[in-house]
């Protein structure tokens, strides 16, 4: 890369660039803005030669921008995409939850992090009718908040009203669709949420599903609480806990990524026993990858090794 700040920019070069940029884009001057950190009405007037003030600032920050979109291409001609789905087994025991749930059940699916269940239920919504999604945060762990999530995923964005009437808006849209309502991070929903969504299912029957990490089940089942949730909980049908990988999940992830010999399988599996499990595996695998490519040379046990390092350090750090 070059230091623009070293040599001078040629000013007329980058006015052509950007505006045969932003017609190629299709931006808003707007959008340059924000990617190019000027001011729009700076650099809206740049191109033509309208702008009155130094142009060698804009000049720079367009330099740089265009070393910084050069940089990213390169990088991506050298990375391989990480696969978009593929099942796992402990994915083919989420889908079966999900399609009990569907058939007017509440079900519990609780594990640690990186275990791509969020990828499973959203490959699950895709392929069968009348399935929603709704994110929870801690920002929507109230009652209100966690029902306006629910109708987003409904495609109703900014519902209003008071939690009676939102609650009385979603039992009227999922009656009698034999739909299911996935409340993905469940964990984040409050003792009167989870009651609030409790008291869909006795009034429809809807299945529901709560998915999220482990603690969803520690606060249906155990601890002080439980008797506050024993009316959700006496309704629970199924729960699925796992607590990490099976060598089978890590196994899937190597066909996914055609890793295909037995060195580099085993030690596959071994990260995936590491916090962060198949996500960090991905990872992993996404900075081998790299680093073959950038090698001209096929994927070996040293550059997973290799990755690994990076992201261990990087772990330990964090």
Aim: one cysteine or more; a neutral charge; proline letters at 4%.
């Amino acid at each position: 890369m070059i230091n623009p700040n070293a040599q001078p920019i040629d000013i007329a070069e980058q006015q052509v660039w950007l505006a045969d940029h932003k017609k190629e884009r299709g931006y808003s001057w707007s959008q340059l803005s924000s990617k190019i950190g000027v001011p729009q009405s700076t650099l809206s007037m740049f191109p033509g030669g309208g702008y009155r003030g130094d142009n060698a600032p804009v000049a720079q920050a367009v330099f740089k921008y265009r070393q910084l979109l050069r940089s990213q291409a390169e990088v991506a001609i050298e990375m391989r995409e990480p696969p978009s789905f593929y099942m796992t087994p402990t994915g083919k025991r989420i889908q079966t939850m999900l399609t009990m749930a569907q058939r007017g059940r509440i079900v519990v699916i609780a594990g640690a992090p990186g275990m791509s269940k969020t990828k499973v239920i959203e490959h699950y919504r895709q392929s069968v009718s009348n399935v929603w999604i709704a994110t929870m945060a801690p920002s929507t762990a109230g009652v209100n908040t966690m029902q306006q999530e629910v109708l987003e995923s409904f495609g109703e964005a900014d519902a209003k009203g008071t939690p009676r009437a939102l609650s009385k808006k979603i039992v009227s849209f999922v009656k009698d669709t034999n739909g299911l309502i996935i409340i993905d991070e469940a964990q984040h929903t409050s003792e009167l949420a989870l009651e609030e969504i409790r008291s869909w299912y006795d009034r429809t029957g809807i299945g529901i599903a709560l998915v999220g990490n482990e603690d969803v089940l520690t606060r249906l089942t155990l601890g002080n609480k439980a008797d506050a949730f024993a009316r959700l909980a006496s309704r629970v049908s199924q729960r699925f806990i796992f607590r990490g990988p099976q060598d089978g999940d890590a196994l899937a992830l190597a066909d996914a990524w055609d890793v295909h010999d037995d060195e580099q399988r085993a030690f596959i599996v071994s990260i995936a026993k590491q916090p962060g499990h198949l996500r960090t595996c991905t990872m992993m695998m996404e900075t081998a990858c790299m680093l073959a490519a950038s090698e001209n040379n096929e994927l070996t046990i040293e550059h997973l090794r290799d990755a690994w390092s990076h992201l261990a350090i990087r772990q330990a750090g964090a």
